[in-house]
């Protein structure tokens, strides 16, 4: 009859490798980016819009 060995590990969180952590801070970056330029946009549009120079 075989023994069944269960995980030592299992329900235990290790902490993020530091390529995982930088690749996680980049993509966080490129999300705020892009949405500061969507707002950028959105600004320059209303103001155009609206008649102000901008």
Do not use: Y
Request: with cysteine; hydrophobic share 40%.
């Amino acid at each position: 009859m075989e023994k069944e060995t269960q995980s030592t590990t299992a329900g235990r969180r290790f902490p993020d490798s530091p390529d995982r952590t930088a690749a996680m801070a980049i993509n966080a970056a490129g999300r705020t980016w892009r949405s500061a330029h969507v707002v950028i946009l959105l600004c320059i549009n209303v103001l155009t819009d609206t008649g102000r120079q901008a």
